[in-house]
């Protein structure tokens, strides 16, 4: 069966500090991968996503960046934290089939940037 | 503009029924979803329609009309562990998802 691991569950960094957020897919090839961020109040909003190795696209445009290095390992970095990048972020990966592409989300992780 | 509208909190008692409404405003359309989400947790895939009409999954129901661009989920014989967030999703014609802020639910003894 699939699984996403992601890590850590919460961190807590100062401002201007880097970050590294990585997320793991096992029991599956080639997925689909997303990073989301979700603010309080407020819809999820993609940040990334990669069809495949070295493959990103980014929807919104900020201080950070995503890397696809192997195919089922997606990461999230910052080379400076800002305030405004405190809030949860989601990995997630997904399957098309009979229900369209659901999602298959993470656990999270709580950012808090003081 | 693209616009997912949800009511941002709904209170109900154990064991009664509750319809949570999505409306929308999207650039096309390739299917809603239901997520839940319960509190410091990820969401968790609960529904999708692409046609109009009513679709059952046990105690939880998603029901679509395209012409109003509108859709509820019904929760019924609610319990406790229902008490969640309720996402509502849009995939619009570029096949991108549009995500609705939300709807809490409390459920009360």
Excluded at chain 1, 6 to 22: F, H, I
Excluded at chain 2, 38 to 43: L, M
């Amino acid at each position: 069966s699939q699984t996403i691991h992601q890590w850590p569950a919460t961190l807590v960094q100062p401002v201007g500090s880097p970050l590294s957020l990585e997320c793991t897919v096992e029991g599956t090839s080639n997925p689909n991968l997303y990073w989301y961020r979700q603010a309080a109040g407020r819809g999820l909003q993609l940040l990334f996503y990669s069809v495949g190795i070295g493959q990103i696209s980014s929807e919104v445009p900020q201080n950070l960046s995503a890397s696809r290095p192997q195919d089922r390992q997606f990461i999230l970095s910052s080379k400076k934290l800002l305030l405004s990048d405190s809030g949860f972020y989601l990995c997630a990966w997904s399957v098309l089939g009979p229900e369209n592409e659901k999602l298959f989300f993470g656990s999270g992780t709580q950012l808090s940037v003081l | 503009g693209q616009n997912i509208d949800q009511p941002t909190e709904m209170t109900a008692t154990e064991g009664a029924i509750v319809q949570i409404n999505c409306t929308y405003q999207t650039s096309g359309f390739n299917g809603l979803f239901w997520y839940q989400q319960h509190a410091g947790e990820a969401p968790t895939f609960l529904s999708y329609n692409v046609l109009d009409g009513l679709e059952e999954k046990g105690r939880f129901s998603s029901f679509l009309s395209r012409s109003k661009g509108y859709s509820y989920l019904l929760l019924k014989e609610l319990q406790m562990k229902d008490s969640a967030s309720y996402l509502c999703a849009v995939m619009d014609s570029n096949y991108q998802l549009i995500w609705g802020a939300g709807t809490k639910l409390i459920i009360k003894p």
